[in-house]
C-alpha cells in the first residue's frame, strides 16, 4: 500500500505560468516532507522541505504548502523556466524520536515546461 | 555534484550471480542510505546505516545485504541475481541518523542489468 501517492505521472506548462505538483500521504505520523527533482542519468536533488509544524516554506521560485488535515502537500513553482522540465518526487519521514530518517517516496511527476 | 560517489556506474550481469555496488558518502556525513528504483517505480527505501551500524531496515530481500565500513565508505551486496533485480541503485548520505533537517544527498546511482 502506497503511503505517499502522487496521482498525476505528468504535468505540463507554459514558460512562466504556475506549477503545481501534488502529493497525498496516509501515514498520520509522517512529520517531515521533502521535494526532490531528477533529471534523467542524475540521482534525486533535494529541492525544498517542511516541517509537520509548518504550512508554508518558500525558497526563491519554489514554494511547498502542507495540509495536515488533509494530508496533502503541494509544491508551486512560479514562474516555470524551460530547466524546470524534469521529473519531481514527493518524500516523507517519520522522524518519531529521530532515530531513523529513510524516506518514503511517491513514484514522482514528470513536468514538462515548454517555451 | 552532490559529493556522494557511487560505483560502478553501469553493471551487466547474468541471473545467478553476485555483484557489489559501493558508495562514499559526502564528507562528513555518517549516514548513508540504500535505495531501489524498479521501472514504474518510485525509489523503494532498502537499508540505513549510521556510523557503521544498521539502523533501519526497508524493503530488501534477504539475497542483499549491506555494510558501512570505518572510513563511512558502504557496499551493497546482490546475489543470487535474478531478471527482477534489474533496476537503478541509489545511495544517499546525510549528516545523522534522523531527525528534520537531515536531508539526504544522492549519489548518481548504478544501473544493474541481469540478463
Known amino acids: 500500500d502506497q503511503q505517499v501517492k502522487q496521482n498525476s505521472p505528468s504535468l505540463s506548462v507554459q514558460e512562466g505560468r504556475i506549477s503545481i505538483l501534488n502529493c497525498d500521504y496516509t501515514?498520520?505520523?509522517?512529520?517531515?516532507f521533502l521535494w526532490y527533482k531528477k533529471y534523467p542519468a542524475e540521482g534525486p536533488t533535494f529541492l525544498i522541505s517542511i516541517s509537520s509544524i509548518k504550512d508554508k516554506n518558500e525558497d526563491g521560485r519554489f514554494t511547498v504548502f502542507l495540509n495536515k488535515s488533509a494530508k496533502h502537500l503541494s509544491l508551486h513553482i512560479v514562474p516555470s523556466q524551460p530547466g524546470d522540465s524534469a521529473v519531481y518526487f514527493c518524500?516523507?519521514?517519520?522522524?518519531?524520536?529521530?532515530?531513523?530518517?529513510?524516506?518514503?517516496f511517491g513514484k514522482g511527476t514528470k513536468l514538462s515546461v515548454k517555451p | 555534484d552532490s559529493g556522494v560517489t557511487q560505483t560502478p556506474k553501469h553493471l551487466i550481469t547474468a541471473t545467478g550471480q553476485r555483484v557489489t555496488l559501493r558508495c562514499s558518502p559526502r564528507?562528513?556525513?555518517?549516514?548513508v542510505y540504500w535505495y531501489q528504483q524498479s521501472l514504474d517505480q518510485g525509489l523503494q527505501f532498502l537499508i540505513q546505516?549510521?556510523?557503521?551500524?544498521?539502523?533501519a531496515k526497508g524493503n530488501i530481500l534477504e539475497r542483499f545485504s549491506a555494510q558501512q565500513f570505518p572510513d563511512l565508505h558502504s557496499e551493497l551486496n546482490l546475489s543470487s541475481l535474478e531478471l527482477g533485480d534489474s533496476a537503478l541503485y541509489f545511495c544517499a548520505s546525510s549528516v545523522a541518523a534522523g531527525g528534520p533537517h537531515n536531508e539526504q544527498f544522492f549519489g548518481p546511482g548504478t544501473r544493474l542489468t541481469v540478463l
Open positions: 564528507s562528513g556525513d555518517l549516514s
Open positions: 546505516y549510521y556510523n557503521g551500524e544498521e539502523r
Open positions: 518524500a516523507a519521514s517519520s522522524n518519531y524520536g529521530g532515530s531513523q530518517g529513510n524516506l518514503i
Open positions: 501515514n498520520s505520523m509522517f512529520d517531515y
